[in-house]
């Protein structure tokens, strides 16, 4: 088909709609947005009749791919520590894709322009298309690596691991709520738009370095199809920028959008591409310069800025705490620590980090190892069982965090936790932005304006209520992280399959109950409330308890 | 000096900085340790002995706090209801009214056994997954793109009679937007509806085959406004709008897309309207009446669709309901909501059949008669509600 009768065939189906004589087609989704029915082009003019031959070449390349890494073993080359961390990132992101698919009829009724209702009707196969080869990925990892453990039991896991409930967000986020502060915002004009360049492409090169390049074969082949969701997301904004009582509501929902995007991808696909990797060349661009170049110079300048010419507040605050996050307050770096201090809640091996990282994390990030060394070099030296317990109940100056109620990342950076009583129960907050984010924007009220069509922040938020006071043992049985001998874990804190040097239940019986931190929040006195408010902002860094007076 | 060493004035070559290849023996099979063997996703069970392909890349990809999500939904609507819940529709599989698990503190994260409840036994037939997807699309595109190309050159539209001509423009076209208003506003809405993975997908791949056969038409009408002189390419929106003809199948489209509760709109669209109407007019009048006409091409295009609905859409459509008529704990239950849904639609189907029965008569070659193609589509009707387990609802003789 020629460029021009693309044009044309675009044009023609055009003609297919039609505005209801009888009946309106069933409306489930709400929007305190207003829209003014508007002719807003379409602009990737896909039709399916290329649409599917394209889909299928492309698939034909992936599938291909994936028989030639099998036949040049390339599992030979893979680096274990990459692949574990697969483990719970593959276990997510089927999710976040499918969720995108069951999204895109929240904009059909809330925003009138049949021409864009055609570009959400092939996203929604897009993301079919996308869950589905990525859990065909996983499954030919679960095959051919090692370690089939973790990917065995991935969406299990998924479901009812601390992780995964983080990353569920990054999901459930699309599909409730008000229709366009969720398949509009929060999807595509900040997920897709911004953060899929670092989970997509940034991380596809770092597996690569690590020798599979089956994940950018296949997560290239996603991004390929993301170009068509950001247009569909820049669409629907100009519709709703184009009303001005739209802007308070979409200043909000930047704000919540672009935090919780933070909070969350950053946390996982920074500990992912900084501790994942064995990739220590001193000119491989850390997560922190990825950042700087596609999130804040592609997505932040060329993208949000410019929307200031509509008269729209962007968050300028925002993105650079975000980046000051990053920067200077070691984010990822403590999203890291944490998810190896608890590995015994997890379905994936953290092996502890070399010299050679020590050196590359040093030159990347000046002043890491000050913060940070110590308490690898002990992650390293109580990794393999010898009479030990695991390193969250040894003594190794770091101080158990609480659980940030908006973002369920833990409270890290320690210094910005806030406390507040929200529905009758004390909550912390990693961030004055989630603590608003709970109490003041998902609320039916914003800014005195009713905002009916608003959603709210539901669940047994905090994970570790579930197991309040139990022994380890129990929990990892009870979430089914036990390998098939009936007692020896999934996680381990080492890359070492020798079954002498891996941990088992018996290890964890000899640990003390695990006490849920908001549950001994609710416990407290306001006295002693405050008392625990005023030492855990001076913890930290590294989760360094406060010092002593 | 060696082949290797610089000569004395050569320009150096900067060393490129690369990741090293590194030999790991991270391949299966490289060691035993627990679990090395158990390489099969274990977290559901299979509908038969071993677990297919579509099923590994399908189930549990959405969740469900009756089983695994131990810490449930965490972001609702207004009303603090999230993800999917199973009552968006009346109809009920086992299991459905146990409560959701209780959390608390010291609950632990156990639900009820894997699936919990009936809906997660549902299994697509058609095992559509991605690859299957953009195979059996593509394969159609290619097909249709071909037949049209070869009619073209063959000059095969010019042995259409000028009648055929104004019938394809205004009917055949018509129907594009059936599909259309089908495969956006019922089907594709209905995929953030079912409550488990499968059915979603099941649905939205219902949906793409919908909407591709609604452009199929429109692209095709487009190729007959530039290859048959005097053919009017926009006579369909003004038959779709405005012949009395098609205000019965008009009204009946529009109210399907109206249906509030998925099921209810996937049972109306595939167990009746598409039999009743859709069939009716596709396989018991287009296809019927094309070749007297001289037309070989139109079938081709109608045929694609008619396999998509016969062939793909109706079998996970029977896998979907069958099981809920004979399901242990609500059979009876369901199969009275189904019976009443019967009473509901099919008067409305086949009163919109009956508008339809005017374009019988207008083909140069006639088609078979319309009664004679409406008892046909009865008795396909009625082979359907058996397959299902279904009563023919009295109606039916209207």
């Not at chain 1, 068509?228 to 709703?240: F, K, V």
Request: net charge negative.
């Amino acid at each position: 088909m020629t460029r021009q009768s693309v044009a044309k065939a675009h044009q023609k189906i055009q003609e297919l709609a039609w505005e209801p004589a009888y009946h309106e087609p069933v409306s489930h989704y709400g929007t305190d947005y207003t829209f003014r029915k508007a002719k807003k082009k379409d602009p990737l003019k896909q039709v399916l009749r290329s649409y599917f031959p394209m889909e299928e070449e492309k698939d034909h390349r992936v599938y291909g791919a994936q028989d030639g890494a099998i036949r040049g073993n390339m599992f030979r080359q893979v680096q274990q520590r990459w692949m574990e961390w697969q483990k719970l990132f593959l276990s997510i992101i089927p999710l976040p894709e499918i969720s995108a698919a069951r999204a895109m009829p929240l904009l059909f009724r809330t925003v009138p322009n049949p021409e864009l209702h055609n570009g959400q009707a092939i996203q929604m196969i897009d993301e079919v298309r996308h869950s589905t080869i990525q859990q065909n990925l996983k499954r030919l990892y679960m095959n051919n690596y090692i370690d089939p453990a973790g990917f065995n039991s991935s969406l299990r896991n998924f479901q009812n691991d601390y992780a995964g409930t983080i990353g569920r967000q990054f999901a459930e986020g699309f599909i409730t709520g008000d229709a366009i502060t969720a398949a509009s915002i929060y999807l595509t004009i900040v997920a897709e738009t911004a953060f899929t360049n670092t989970l997509f492409v940034a991380m596809p090169g770092e597996a690569a370095a690590n020798g599979d390049y089956l994940l950018p074969t296949v997560f290239h082949s996603v991004q390929s199809d993301e170009s068509r969701h950001i247009s569909n997301g820049y669409a629907t904004l100009l519709m709703a920028l184009s009303d001005e009582t739209n802007h308070q509501l979409l200043e909000r929902d930047l704000r919540y959008a672009w935090w919780n995007n933070h909070c969350v991808v950053d946390a996982a696909i920074g500990t992912f591409i900084e501790y994942g990797t064995k990739d220590r060349r001193k000119d491989r661009e850390s997560y922190a310069e990825m950042w700087r170049r596609w999130i804040y110079d592609d997505y932040y300048r060329s993208y949000l800025v410019p929307l200031e010419k509509y008269g729209l507040v962007i968050p300028h605050d925002l993105v650079e705490e975000a980046w000051n996050r990053i920067w200077n307050k070691g984010y990822v770096h403590e999203v890291a620590q944490f998810f190896a201090t608890g590995w015994i809640a997890n379905y994936w091996r953290i092996d502890p980090m070399t010299d050679e990282d020590f050196e590359w994390f040093e030159y990347k990030y000046p002043g890491w190892y000050d913060k940070y060394g110590a308490w690898w070099e002990n992650y390293n030296r109580l990794s393999v069982p010898n009479g030990h317990k695991p390193i969250a109940f040894e003594d190794v100056d770091y101080a158990y965090p609480h659980r940030c109620w908006t973002c369920m990342v833990p409270c890290l950076i320690r210094q910005d936790m806030v406390l507040d009583e929200v529905d009758g129960q004390w909550r912390t907050y990693c961030s004055e932005t989630c603590r608003w984010t709970d109490a003041v924007a998902f609320r039916p009220t914003y800014q005195g304006r009713q905002t009916p069509n608003m959603g709210k922040l539901i669940g047994s938020r905090e994970w570790e209520t579930l197991y309040h006071n139990w022994n380890f043992a129990d929990i990892v049985k009870d979430m089914g992280y036990v390998r098939d001998d009936g007692k020896t874990l999934v996680a381990q804190p080492h890359l070492d399959l020798d079954p002498k040097k891996m941990w088992t239940l018996d290890h964890l019986r000899k640990c003390p109950p695990f006490p849920s931190p908001n549950v001994t929040l609710n416990e407290m006195t306001d006295e002693q409330r405050q008392a625990f408010h005023a030492d855990y902002v001076r913890q930290g860094p590294a989760g360094r308890p406060a010092p002593q007076d | 000096m060696t082949a290797t060493q610089e000569r004395p004035g050569s320009q150096e070559q900067p060393q490129r900085s690369v990741p090293k290849p590194v030999f790991t023996d991270a391949e299966a099979g490289a060691r035993e340790f627990p679990d090395s063997t158990l390489r099969r996703f274990n977290y559901y069970v299979p509908r038969k002995r071993k677990q297919s392909h579509y099923e590994d890349v399908t189930v549990e990809v959405q969740p469900d706090p009756r089983h695994y999500l131990s810490q449930g939904w965490l972001y609702g609507f207004a009303d603090g209801t999230g993800g999917y819940p199973l009552d968006w529709t009346v109809l009920k599989a086992w299991g459905s009214d146990r409560p959701v698990p209780e959390r608390f503190p010291g609950s632990g994260g156990q639900g009820y056994e894997w699936p919990a409840h009936g809906w997660h036994e549902f299994r697509d037939p058609n095992e559509e997954w991605e690859q299957s997807i953009y195979r059996n699309n593509s394969n159609v595109v290619r097909q249709l793109s071909q037949n049209i190309d070869a009619a073209r050159q063959s000059k095969a539209f010019e042995q259409w009679n000028p009648n055929w001509v104004q019938f394809v423009a205004q009917h055949v076209g018509a129907w594009m937007h059936v599909d259309h208003g089908l495969g956006l506003y019922l089907f594709a809405n209905a995929n953030r509806r079912a409550p488990t993975n499968m059915h979603n997908t099941a649905i939205s791949v219902n949906s793409m085959h919908r909407i591709r056969s609604a452009q199929d038409l429109a692209l095709y009408n487009l190729t007959l406004s530039e290859e048959i002189p005097g053919f009017d390419g926009t006579a369909h929106n003004e038959t779709w709008s405005a012949d009395p003809a098609w205000q019965g199948v008009r009204e009946t489209a529009e109210q399907l897309t109206a249906i509030w509760d998925w099921a209810e709109a996937v049972f109306a669209a595939n167990v009746v309207f598409e039999p009743l109407v859709g069939e009716l007019f596709r396989s018991n009048l287009v296809q019927q009446a094309a070749p007297g006409n001289g037309d070989f091409v139109t079938p081709t295009l109608i045929g694609a669709e008619e396999y998509d609905y016969a062939e793909r859409d109706l079998r996970y459509t029977k896998a979907l309901f069958e099981p809920l008529v004979r399901d242990k704990e609500f059979a009876t239950h369901n199969t009275e909501i189904m019976d009443s849904w019967l009473a509901t639609w099919v008067p409305r189907c086949l009163a919109a059949a009956r508008t339809l029965q005017p374009l019988w008569s207008q083909p140069d070659a006639k088609p078979p008669r319309f009664e004679d193609g409406l008892d046909r589509a009865k008795s396909r009707f009625r082979g359907i509600l058996a397959d299902l387990g279904l009563r023919t609802p009295k109606e039916l003789n209207q």
